[in-house]
């Protein structure tokens, strides 16, 4: 193995799986978080969000298992719930349930506290990784090609000092500062894509029996500018239930009063949502977030960027979280970050942003794409973000009625498999017929031929 060094800046989901990755490439790899990092699952200040419920997609439960062998099995014995995405969870898109049938969709539903104290465990088991709290990243040091390492300074106080590296990695999240240290070394800063949905989020926690419903959580989706509100509840370790409940807009923002927020899911379609937060004894008051909006920075297309530096996870993309999207494409650009950095690190940068975006590209798509089917939310509308909206909503409505529809829905959005897969002439037959269209073989072809160029297949 080389003598390398790597640092990573920030100790969450991007950066513990980025150590994870590296650790074999890298004979050391120094995590600094500026956070005091507790010594088990518990909420931080870096992290506000893990008071909220969320969902690990069936993708980013295959590559955390990947890079940590046995962790499911783990996380399990700590009270996560191990689930048939299909057949355990209730998916409430249109107006009914996708039918339960077995997929072999693995899911997991588990607290955020919980993977973060599982990674954080295995990560600083790894030979060769230390995990350093209480410090900040404030900087970098370039020597007019590389990046050679970073500032790092202890939060109680006290001078930074410099750590050299080979490789320093940015995973500091949403609010990271990235391209402004770009532009301090002299870079342009990447292009930000910006979709601001307005959506706030209010979350409660209930006490969960086990064995007392017959579903492990529900997902109720918002649908366009007809039904701008939703929520999700996911039984999780502690025997508990997390719900967050989200409008689209400040005008649809769920009540923060404990009345108001369980009467908020009445509205919902399936009443199974309503009828649990009514019976389930609740563990503390409703909390409420309001999020910026969700950003893509386009490090791929920058023409200069410095060597030895690149930015994982939130850092790079941050999603609209109604899509529960961020902990898998963080993870997923982590482990491409170790398979491009096998290949050595001169010029990774650019071979690894190049692979990230590819990571980003769908399901981005899909988040932005996603929110600009409320009349309300600015940003780039063409024709085909239009007939892709239209066509969602079809297979939504579709998916209530038909369990091959529904499971194909739900391995596109849980990053199984590529959206172009919805447009397969089998499931384009049963969506134009489960939404009641009448449908001859000349329709069928002729929507695949649009759908086809729409989507430059
Ligand atoms: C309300 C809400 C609900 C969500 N629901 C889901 C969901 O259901 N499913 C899903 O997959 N995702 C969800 N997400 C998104 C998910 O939380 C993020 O995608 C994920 O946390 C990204 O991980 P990260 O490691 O990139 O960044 P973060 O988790 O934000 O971590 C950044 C880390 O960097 C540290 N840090 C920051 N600045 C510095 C510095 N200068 N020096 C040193 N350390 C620093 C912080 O302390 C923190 O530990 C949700 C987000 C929100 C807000």
């Not at 893990?50 to 940590?68: M, P, T």
């Not at 025997?239 to 967050?244: E, P, S």
């Not at 009540?255 to 563990?283: M, N, S, V, W």
């Not at 930015?311 to 650009?333: E, I, K, R």
Request: aromatic content about 6%.
């Amino acid at each position: 193995m080389p003598h390398h060094h790597a640092i990573v800046l920030g100790a969450s989901i991007a950066g513990l799986t980025a150590a994870a990755a590296l650790h074999d490439i890298c004979d050391r790899v120094t995590v600094f978080d500026r956070d005091t990092l507790p010594d088990g699952p518990g909420h931080r200040r870096g992290v506000p969000q893990s008071e909220h419920a969320h969902g690990l997609l069936a993708r980013g439960r295959a590559v955390i298992e990947e890079l940590f062998p046995g962790i499911v099995t783990e996380l399990a014995a700590a009270g996560a719930v191990p689930l048939d995405i299909q057949r355990d969870f209730l998916w409430v898109f249109g107006d009914r349930a996708v039918p339960r049938v077995e997929s072999g969709l693995a899911g997991l539903s588990l607290s955020r506290p919980l993977l973060e104290s599982a990674l954080r465990r295995r990560v600083a088991a790894l030979p060769g990784v230390t995990i350093i709290d209480g410090h900040e990243a404030t900087g970098l040091s370039f020597d007019g090609t590389r990046v050679t390492g970073a500032t790092v300074r202890p939060v109680a106080g006290g001078a930074g000092q410099e750590v050299g590296a080979d490789l320093v990695v940015d995973a500091t999240g949403r609010g990271n500062r990235g391209p402004a240290w770009l532009a301090e070394l002299g870079f342009e800063r990447p292009r930000e894509e910006r979709i601001d949905s307005g959506t706030v989020y209010v979350s409660r926690d209930y006490r969960r029996v086990p064995g007392e419903q017959d579903f492990a959580g529900i997902l109720s989706s918002p649908g366009g500018a007809a039904r701008p509100y939703g929520g999700v509840v996911i039984g999780v370790d502690g025997d508990r239930w997390m719900v967050t409940l989200l409008g689209v807009g400040a005008d649809q923002a769920p009540p923060t009063d404990p009345d108001g927020y369980r009467d908020f899911a009445a509205k919902f379609p399936d009443p199974r949502f309503h009828r649990l937060l009514c019976d389930a004894e609740p563990l503390g008051d409703p909390m409420r977030l309001r999020l910026p909006a969700s950003v893509r920075r386009r490090y791929e297309r920058l023409t200069r960027l410095p060597e030895r530096f690149v930015s994982v996870g939130d850092a790079v993309c941050s999603f609209n979280p109604a899509y529960a999207q961020g902990m898998t494409v963080a993870v997923a650009q982590a482990r491409e970050l170790g398979l491009v950095a096998r290949d050595g690190l001169d010029g990774l940068p650019r071979r690894y942003y190049a692979r990230a975006a590819r990571i980003i590209d769908v399901p981005w798509d899909m988040s932005a794409g996603g929110d600009l089917a409320y009349p309300h939310v600015e940003g780039p509308r063409t024709r085909r973000t239009e007939f892709l909206n239209a066509y969602v909503a079809r297979v939504q409505a579709a998916s209530g009625h038909d369990a091959v529809v529904g499971r194909r829905f739900l391995e596109v959005t849980n990053l199984m498999r590529p959206p172009q897969s919805l447009m397969a002439p089998p499931i384009l037959a049963r969506v134009l017929r489960g939404s009641r269209q009448r449908v001859s073989q000349k329709t069928i072809t002729s929507t695949t031929s649009t759908v086809k160029a729409m989507t430059h297949q």
